[in-house]
């Protein structure tokens, strides 16, 4: 193997290594309990391991550095012909690795443009982005018989590429989301479970008697309930103007790319985090704060904090929540006003924590901009992650058209359900108006697992002035 395909193993081996690593702790964080011994053991030795791919990853770039500044141009003898060397060389130029949702929008924007000027999405990705092979193997759809769906060269050239956009597009959007963040880095993960299983759990316990001699014995009932995630989508369009399209600059695919990403994730956030959103059946979940009763934050200063933490804490640990599944949700500002506390000799009161999260008492936190404020303060939770029901489909169904017909509100009336439809309701046709509309979609939903999973405090000015 050569440099570049020893790099590609060396990381493939160490993936795996790094997945082993998070499933033999998340066992022990399922269960409730301590790392066996055995379990120890065997994390210590993938750790071991990863820190010595890591040093052979860091050598071989090197070497792999020092080989491209050495390398010497061929030269060309007058015995050599020079079609004869070019046949035994494999050049392939760099490719620039995109930023994320970068493909996804030249991906999108191409597609609309083909929807605009009725030409092959292809040929309008080679003239725009040239260099960008992967682009022109995504949209060879546009050559593809509809009638060809079961062919192998079809799947592998048309499904694999423009999945490869959607999860690129995935990328973009979900560390960005409070969702997003749990599993990542040192946050533990949600309770995956999969969409329309009937989950079956017990609230409660039964009890058992002493009894006398000749006494009759006492009964005992259990409580049990069965819960079942149904499919929910989270979905927003986001119209362009032709002329937007047209636009040979960058910033016209970033912009597609933000204003879908941005909504969506606003949405998903609010939703998840805002104790007053209620569940509407067969359309959003609750949030999982919605069931709640807040604790009174009982002031700014760090004492106040700590005090706040013990009883935030106390309500936690009483309804048997393992604190090592513990995940604090919060605001950027509370975030960034904790990281300036100060103790009395000039030192960083929360020496774990800074305004993008860290370690508060021990537990991580995951920081977001739609955590929610008011005039009052803001709500800071704390959650165990193992005891929140996710299901994600874990892709995004984007469609492109210029021939419709949108409602241009936020709130639309129009419904295709019997007699949902709303006569009065003026539609904008994207076609007459030289527009074009992107639809992003999301399936989605969550649910607590307990009532008592999460707990939070309300009206929160931690580190702000009195």
Not at 11 to 37: C, F, I, Y
Not at 342 to 349: A, I, M, R, S
């Amino acid at each position: 193997m050569n440099i570049a395909e020893q790099m590609a193993s060396l990381e493939v081996t160490r993936e795996a290594k790094k997945k082993r690593m998070t499933e033999v702790l998340q066992k022990s964080v399922d269960e409730s309990r301590s790392t066996s011994p055995e379990e120890a053991q065997e994390f210590d030795t993938l750790k071991a391991d990863l820190k010595t791919l890591d040093g052979d990853l860091v050598r071989m770039r090197e070497l792999e550095r020092i080989t491209a500044v050495e390398a010497k141009p061929v030269q060309v003898t007058k015995d050599q012909p020079a079609n004869s060397i070019l046949s035994t060389l494999q050049l392939k130029k760099p490719v620039k690795k995109l930023e994320p949702g970068i493909a996804f929008a030249r991906y999108a924007r191409c597609k609309g443009l083909s929807f605009l000027d009725h030409e092959p999405a292809r040929e309008i990705a080679k003239s725009l982005y040239p260099d960008d092979e992967g682009l022109h193997r995504m949209l060879t759809k546009a050559a593809v018989p509809a009638a060809n769906t079961l062919d192998a060269t079809w799947a592998a050239n048309l499904v694999a590429e423009e999945s490869g956009a959607v999860a690129d597009f995935v990328e973009f959007l979900r560390p960005q989301t409070i969702l997003g963040k749990f599993g990542m880095g040192n946050i533990p993960s949600l309770r995956r479970v999969p969409f329309r299983t009937p989950i079956i759990g017990q609230t409660s316990g039964g009890d058992a008697y002493w009894t006398g001699e000749g006494k009759a014995k006492p009964l005992t009932s259990f409580a049990f309930t069965r819960t079942t995630i149904e499919p929910l989508k989270v979905a927003n369009i986001a119209v362009a103007t032709m002329e937007l399209l047209r636009d040979s600059s960058p910033s016209a695919a970033m912009l597609i790319r933000d204003s879908l990403a941005a909504a969506i994730r606003e949405r998903v956030d609010l939703d998840f985090i805002d104790p007053n959103k209620a569940a509407v059946t067969n359309v959003s979940p609750a949030s999982i704060l919605q069931a709640q009763t807040p604790i009174p934050s009982s002031g700014s200063d760090a004492e106040d904090i700590r005090a706040d933490f013990r009883a935030l804490f106390s309500a936690f640990l009483a309804a048997n929540n393992p604190p090592s599944s513990g995940v604090w949700i919060m605001p950027a500002t509370t975030a960034m006003a904790i990281s300036l506390l100060q103790n009395p000799l000039g030192q960083t009161e929360f020496p774990e924590f800074g305004m993008g999260g860290g370690l508060l008492f021990g537990m991580p936190a995951i920081v977001s901009d739609y955590a929610l404020r008011s005039t009052e303060g803001a709500i800071v939770a704390l959650v165990n992650a193992s005891d929140i029901y996710l299901a994600d489909e874990g892709g995004i169904e984007i469609k492109v058209s210029d021939q419709a017909s949108l409602e241009m509100d936020n709130a639309p009336t129009n419904s295709a359900a019997p007699a949902g439809a709303v006569a009065e309701t003026t539609l904008v046709s994207l076609w007459q108006t030289n527009c074009v509309g992107f639809l992003a979609e999301w399936t989605i939903n969550w649910a607590l697992r307990r009532v008592d999973s999460v707990q939070y405090l309300e009206g929160v000015t931690w580190g702000e002035a009195s």
